[in-house]
């Protein structure tokens, strides 16, 4: 099969660019600590080496080092605070060498960089040393440090004091009185200092905070959640802007939870139109731009093409999934796309669950050459974007084969027939309207050939050893769970990745892109994994919590996680480590979302929704027989209603259970069309995949002839402008039963609406005499919406 990458020489210039600029090496003296520290509190050491300072900070001691390949067991002492509150002040020295702890000499060597075997975490002096400080903070808080003096160059016993803390708890941070009192120091450092930085640092700032519980936390993230309400969410966006869709998403997603702003609920229809257009859909995740941007700007100065990555496409997933939760607009086409690169990329041969800076490339890519430059495929919203109507009447075209040839790619033209798989497979491909800049007389399209992959139908054997890009793995995690209770195969995904997560502590802050965002997500996947692999997590990660504490306020950011390059992208401050930190501790509160608190599970819309039917109350046999049934997608809704009904008519606890029941599947029944069809308005693609699975678990109902999955369908309904008398008459259906509440009186305004719309269809039908697939689709969602609506009087 050909496989071709579209933009491929501007992204292999790009590429080629960045690795120069960021060369492995930038000599022993820098790597990786020739960077200079952002905290004011840091203001001491910058003033010492101006520029040449990020180096390890060896816990409350008032201790910087670095550790050198030439003595891997021993920490070099580069700086030593002079304040009061410094516990090393005038016991250690500059120069000295620090070469055990608490009467033991460092017995592993450090690694130096991913770059080289075993380097990944903080091994050696780092780990043993903060083992030694927590065992002198549980008791008498003198810690004694082994030591070759830069004047004497013998080894001797130097004894610091340290505040007595107290240990933490072997189930830390549960029934932990050392992280209870940790977590509300953070809470006030990091307010004390006000959220700051970048838009990921103050969003993971604010998050942490509210999964700490505390409640200045709240006005912060009311200020800030307006602030976004108020801005724009564009597809054609500049910039980095996929990275912040899904950090805004999140946000807002958390925010709604806890507030139910009205204002989320139309900003969450913007998002998803925009996550459903920018994406790259060969692939599941997204470029720093939004795709269509990209293409259609191909050749302009300074914007450069850019490969997928699974980072921005895991937090758009995951911040759907918080929308999904809550009840609010998500594209389930980009949801699922994101859904399947994530099953492609760790689902299948994948026993370490890694992923590495992009999902795997299981998409097969094809350029495609029409001929007719008038195609009536072209997209409404413009080159660059999906073509809703796919390969349907795309016209004659001719295939673009591509080959490498030395430096250079060789492009030839070929027939069609070389690749059957366009005719026979035709409905399930996806296509998008392209020119490319250097021919824009050439009316192309790239199709993109989606992989099938198998739903998991058991959990995955989850083996050590993995990491790859944590973030990515720790969002995927996430995503799967929330919004998906009860989904099976999602939930066995979800706990791959988690496990994953909780398998390589080591990569806590190793990452490609932004070290904290890593570390935030690693936690936020990691609390999902089982028992075993929580504990063993927690107490690695421990130890990078006491090495990073200081003796004068927060956790201060360690050069572990500088990425390949030694240009991690980190602020070398106190804030990202602070809420990272926070967020570990946090964890076992669920008072967010993303940390496990639950949502009304009436509200999720699932894959399989049946599971938010029934209440943990629901146990009598005769009932929960029509409800098991249900939950297997074995039995259509209107069969097990009429039963339901049925059963009902006894006056007994069993009838008083049935009727509630089969109330609360109406009352589903309802909300759901109707969310539908108010959501087709403004957005008939998202809904489609929506539209597809409800008519898939109502097989069988009245009225049913089958929705055929073809998206140009819905597509060209959105732009029949004589169906704008049935949204019209729709509205009037919504606003007598909200103000009725489904009164006699509503149930015959509906009627009356009901007539009105057969008749508009009828003229549109006569009319306009569309293809038979769009008529049936009309015919079917009208019968819904009666059946939907009666009542029982």
Known sequence: MLYIKFNILVISTFLIVVQALFAIHRGADDLPYGQDMKHKLDKPLNDKYGGKNFFMNLGPTGIRARIDPESPKAFKVMFVFQDKKSPAKGKINIG???????????SVAHGFHRKQAGSRGWQGPPFELAGAIEDAQGKDGKLKLLVISSK??????????????????????????RSEKLSKELCDFIISNGINGRHHYKIQQLLSLLAAGDKRAEPLVKSYAQKLLSGKVLPSATGMATWGWGYTGILLGEYYYLTKDKKVVEKAKEMANAYELGMDYSSGGFSHRPYPYINQRASDTGVKGYGSMAGPGGLSMLAQSLFKANGLSYSLKAYMRTHEAYLLAVGENN?????????????????????????????????????????????????????????????????????????????QLMVYEYNLYVEPSVMQRIVFRPKKVKEPNKAFNTQPGGGGHVAPMGMGAAAHFIGNKGNKSWNYLGAHLAGGCALSPGMLFDGHADASMHAFFSVVGALRANKKQLRSYLDYVKTLIVLAETHDGGLVDQPFGCQRNATCSIERGRT??????????????KRIMLTGAEVDSTLADANNPYS?????????????????????????????????????????EKGKEAYIFAERLRSWITKRTVGLLELSKSQPVIVLGDLKIYLKLVKGMDGEKGLKEKEGEIKEMEGVKDLSKFYKSFDKILATLKKKKESASAIKTANKAKVKLAETIEKYLAKKAPHADVKSEIEVLLKKVTLNLKRKS
């Open 612 to 652: 938010s039917l029934q209440t943990s109350d629901f146990q009598i046999k005769l009932c929960k027989k029509e409800g098991d049934t249900i939950k297997k997608g074995k039995s259509p809704f209107l069969t097990t209603l009429k039963k339901l009904d049925k059963y009902s008519l006894k006056e007994d």
């Open 576 to 589: 990202a480590y602070s809420h990272v930190a926070l967020m570990i501790l946090s964890m076992h509160k």
């Open 96 to 106: 000295d060498y620090i070469v055990g702890a608490n009467g033991k000499k460092f």
């Open 152 to 177: 004497k160059g013998a080894v001797k016993s130097v004894t610091i004091e340290l505040e007595k803390v107290g240990r933490f708890s072997e189930t830390f941070p549960w029934d932990c009185e």
């Open 351 to 427: 026993p370490k669950a890694s992923i590495a800076y992009g999902f795997s490339n299981g998409w097969e890519t094809l350029l495609i050459r029409l001929k007719d430059k008038k195609s009536p495929c072209k997209s409404k919203l413009g080159n660059g974007y999906i073509c809703p109507t796919g390969m349907k009447d795309i016209g004659p075209f001719v295939c673009e084969k591509w080959e490498k040839k030395g430096d250079k790619w060789d492009k030839s033209l070929v027939s069609p027939s070389n690749y059957p798989w366009l005719k026979s497979e035709a409905s």
